[in-house]
């Protein structure tokens, strides 16, 4: 998903706001039982509430996005319930715990297996940034080094409330893509699927250290190495 | 990694040599199969992998992969302050960061030889066996998952453990990662009226495991499913180390609680509920029956709770004199002790923790030999596994 600010399309949220209508013909056509609608605004209204999480957990984190499966929190309000033990079948991969080197070939491999359009949640500090074990010597500092990411959750653990407002803020994303129309700079499919390579190791780290493609090195300061990792 | 051939003396190895072979059976050939379960399964409790071989659906070899969650607590521990790691072991067995804080704590009360106050002692324990509580529920629930019945008992136990995390967060300020003790204490005394909302959760409780036991325990599919699969010898289970509930299960009366006695717990009159079989069904039923004895336990200490500091004597820099300690507690999953090695600064030389997770672990091949593949995930899920403590 792009930065919303870039968007050309607007975010079409009501069926009056997608297509260009003036009211006395909207409501002489909805009294002979004809909606005007968007195809994209009917795509997106269906996609975003049926988003299908993997069921995927990584440390401790997991177990705050379980309990938001619970019926306190229930995130079937938001139609993400069913977890999906399959990448072929799921449409969010919510990377919930410490990636380490050893494991984070394997989330780039759930990634590339995903169909499109697929959708990544970073949660907790640890698929941030490494969190409180960005010091380990085994630890990942951050999954968008290899993978695109949407929406990040702070905390450790973040809470199941916060879980929920991720997905809704991953539901407003997606009402702004566009799924026909030439031309857009927000489409919800893209050519083909996106695959990334997977990191190998190689000697004392991964190989690459990060995916150029997603993730760039901040700005080289002094003493920074190049890995970009400080 | 049998360890029947080398451990009970005289007794024949179980397991015929590995290797890639054909089977003859009748005229027809077969191959044996090589299956990874994991590190991403659903049944695999957290990223852990199994290599099995199997001989049609049987289990004939059993290899577990672990280290996908080695985040180098051990190593970032002896980087930092004593009282540093005391929120790192929060994230070592994250159902049970009360009964992790307290292990710590003990083992740094002996380096120095502090005093704990009464009240941070019983306070302790109604944290302990809350926990205990919060873990016996969700091992349930997680396994009555792995037996097929997809989200119901999970969610009961998901239901009732939102019930405990509330008094934590009430005490603790967190949900999962309290961090509430302290070489000597607690970092803060229990807020006003919070005993009065744990009585009413604990004296809640047994209503609840009534209706629970009432589905599962007699429950036709769960006992085909689990009586009989996975028997753990008595024998075999003190020569692999295996200790808490599991070790019960299997018929050995080994409780730290009444073996050490460390706290109070000397003053508690409880049972130590114990299998017979050692089968998967002793390892559930043992933790239910835990769990009423949990609730005895929390009713005495909330009636007794005294009065008075929650903090003993702690140096402001907590440096220890040049040495070694081991502190262990029962945790819910067993045996869970930290070994320090002191060289007299404010950082630990050595820092070591015996996860009862990892050493449980160690019979799983021997438990799954010549069971059925979806046996395996069962007895796995029997085992109780936490995967941030087992590659720590
Ligand atoms: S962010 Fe915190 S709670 Fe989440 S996986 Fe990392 S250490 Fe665990």
Redesign the interface.
């Known amino acids: 998903m792009e930065d919303p600010s870039k968007s050309t399309t607007s975010e079409a949220h009501t069926l009056s706001d997608s297509v260009d209508l003036d009211d006395a013909t909207r409501s002489e056509m909805e009294k002979a039982g004809v909606i005007v609608s968007s195809v994209d605004w009917l795509y997106n209204w269906a996609r975003s509430g049926s988003v299908w999480p993997l069921?995927?957990?990584?440390?401790?984190c997991?177990?705050?996005m379980?309990?938001s499966?619970?019926?306190?929190y229930d995130i079937a309000r938001f139609g993400s319930e069913v977890f999906r033990?399959s990448p072929r079948q799921a449409d969010l991969l919510i990377v919930s715990?410490?990636v380490?080197k050893?494991?984070a070939p394997?989330v780039v491999r759930?990634f590339n297996q995903m169909p499109e359009p697929k959708y990544v949640i970073a949660m907790g500090a640890c698929a941030i940034s490494g969190g409180?074990?960005k010091?380990?010597?085994?630890?990942l500092k951050g999954i968008d080094r290899y993978i695109p990411v949407d929406v990040y959750i702070p905390g450790?653990?973040p809470?199941p409330e916060a879980v929920l407002h991720s997905l809704m803020t991953l539901q407003k994303g997606i009402r702004r893509q566009r799924t026909l129309g030439k031309g857009s700079n927000n489409p919800a499919y893209v050519e083909g699927n996106r695959e990334y390579p997977v990191p190998s190791f190689s000697g004392k780290d991964l190989d690459p250290p990060y995916n150029p493609e997603v993730w760039q090195p901040p700005e080289k300061r002094p003493n920074m190495p190049e890995d970009g990792c400080p | 990694m049998t360890m029947e051939s080398s451990v009970v003396a005289g007794s024949e190895p179980t397991v015929e040599p590995r290797g890639f072979e054909l089977i003859e059976r009748e005229g027809l050939e077969t191959n044996l199969l090589e299956v990874s379960m994991g590190p991403h399964h659903p049944s695999t409790h957290g990223v852990f992998r199994m290599d099995v071989k199997l001989d049609g659906e049987t289990v004939t070899e059993l290899r577990p992969v672990f280290g996908y969650l080695h985040r180098n607590h051990e190593k970032l521990a002896e980087d930092m302050g004593y009282l540093g790691s005391m929120p790192f072991t929060d994230r070592l067995d994250y159902f049970c960061s009360m009964t992790n804080n307290w292990a710590y704590a003990l083992a740094g009360e002996k380096m120095i030889d502090l005093e704990v106050p009464e009240r941070a002692e019983y306070v302790r324990v109604i944290m302990a066996e809350l926990t205990r509580l919060v873990n016996h529920i969700m091992l349930v629930g997680f396994f009555v998952n792995d037996l097929g019945a997809l989200g119901t008992p999970l969610l009961y136990a998901l239901r009732e453990r939102e019930k405990i995390l509330d008094l934590f967060e009430w005490a603790s300020g967190a949900r999962m990662m309290c961090n509430y003790m302290r070489f000597g204490g607690l970092r803060n005394d229990l807020p006003e009226g919070w005993l009065t909302k744990c009585r009413e959760v604990v004296d809640a409780f047994p209503y609840f495991l009534d209706e629970y036991e009432k589905l599962l325990v007699e429950n036709e599919i769960i006992l085909v499913r689990t009586q009989n699969v996975g028997v753990l010898k008595p024998e075999l289970a003190i020569n692999a180390g295996i200790t808490g509930p599991m070790l019960r299960a299997s018929g050995v009366n080994y409780d730290l609680r009444k073996v050490d006695a460390y706290g109070v717990y000397d003053r508690f009159p409880f049972r130590v509920p114990m299998g017979e079989v050692g089968d998967c069904y002793d390892r559930f039923m043992v933790r239910i029956l835990e769990m009423r004895e949990s609730i005895k336990i929390l009713r005495q200490a909330m009636d007794e709770l005294p009065e008075g500091p929650i903090m003993g004597e702690a140096p402001r820099v907590f440096k220890p004199p040049a040495g070694e300690i081991y502190g262990r507690i029962e945790g819910p999953k067993g045996e869970l002790g930290f070994y320090l090695v002191s060289d007299g600064t404010a950082k630990p030389y050595r820092y070591r923790v015996r996860p009862p997770s990892l050493v449980n672990l160690t019979v799983l091949e021997d438990l799954c030999l010549g069971h059925k593949v979806a046996d395996a995930v069962v007895i796995l899920g029997s085992v109780d596994i936490v995967l941030g403590e087992v590659d720590r």
């Open positions: 069921q995927f957990g990584l440390a401790c997991a177990i705050e379980i309990c499966a619970g019926s306190r033990p715990g410490t380490t050893k494991m394997q759930i409180p074990f010091q380990g010597y085994n630890v450790c653990p809470r």
